[in-house]
T-cell receptor, first 113, second 111 residues
Framework: EPEVTQTPSHQVTQMGQEVILRCVPISNHLYFYWYRQILGQKVEFLVSFYNNEISEKSEIFDDQFSVERPDGSNFTLKIRSTKLEDSAMYFCASLASGPDTQYFGPGTRLTVL | QKEVEQDPGPLSVPEGAIVSLNCTYSNSAFQYFMWYRQYSRKGPELLMYTYSSGNKEDGRFTAQVDKSSKYISLFIRDSQPSDSATYLC???????????FGGGTRLMVKP
């Protein structure tokens, strides 16, 4: 069964460093998303991406964040200058189209020291 | 008022019990209702997906949506220890739009 994959599974970085989280969505899907979950808290929406542009973003997704689909398979989330409060699980999700729902990857655990 | 509210639990039941998990929401524009299961430090796994009101059944799982009360439910019949996880409701106002999640209910099924 097709699935969303994410790499790395765990990323440790120093405050102020840039990180790139990678996702490979399900191959025929058209909509792509990033969510995050701080330990013990709700899953929160960050951004959605369709037709090579951001379609929706939350207040969390400020200028420090960017997304890119550099080729036909990868979808990346970049955090330019990480803060301690960016420590969280980051989930990528994808959706085919129409009345369907989002399928999530296993997540990348980001630890900012 | 929070957009989506969910009792955090934990909910502890014996094996074989019927489990009822619930969420309430505030925005009547929501049309798409999902239930995800999440094991510790893993990604949400889709269980059930319902559009608008009504019931949907899949094996031991039944999802109900009552839009007039802004209330959604997930029932698990013949619960198993492997059902022990956190159950997340997620809601959207349109296909393709962002999901708004509840905080999750932690379920423990004891053998």
């Amino acid at each position: 069964e097709p699935e969303v994959t994410q790499t790395p599974s765990h990323q440790v970085t120093q405050m102020g460093q840039e990180v790139i989280l990678r996702c490979v969505p399900i191959s025929n899907h058209l909509y792509f998303y990033w969510y995050r979950q701080i330990l013990g808290q709700k899953v929160e929406f960050l951004v959605s991406f369709y037709n090579n542009e951001i379609s929706e973003k939350s207040e969390i997704f400020d200028d420090q964040f960017s997304v890119e689909r550099p080729d036909g398979s990868n979808f990346t989330l970049k955090i330019r200058s990480t803060k301690l409060e960016d420590s969280a699980m980051y989930f990528c999700a994808s959706l085919a189209s129409g009345p369907d729902t989002q399928y999530f990857g296993p997540g990348t655990r980001l630890t900012v020291l | 008022q929070k957009e989506v509210e969910q009792d955090p639990g934990p909910l502890s039941v014996p094996e074989g019990a019927i489990v009822s998990l619930n969420c309430t929401y505030s925005n009547s524009a929501f049309q798409y209702f999902m239930w995800y299961r999440q094991y510790s430090r893993k990604g949400p796994e889709l269980l059930m997906y319902t559009y608008s009101s009504g019931n949907k059944e899949d094996g031991r799982f039944t999802a109900q949506v009552d839009k007039s009360s802004k209330y959604i439910s997930l029932f698990i019949r013949d619960s198993q220890p492997s059902d022990s996880a956190t159950y997340l409701c997620a809601i959207s106002n349109n296909a393709g739009n962002m999901l708004t999640f509840g905080g999750g209910t932690r379920l423990m099924v004891k053998p």
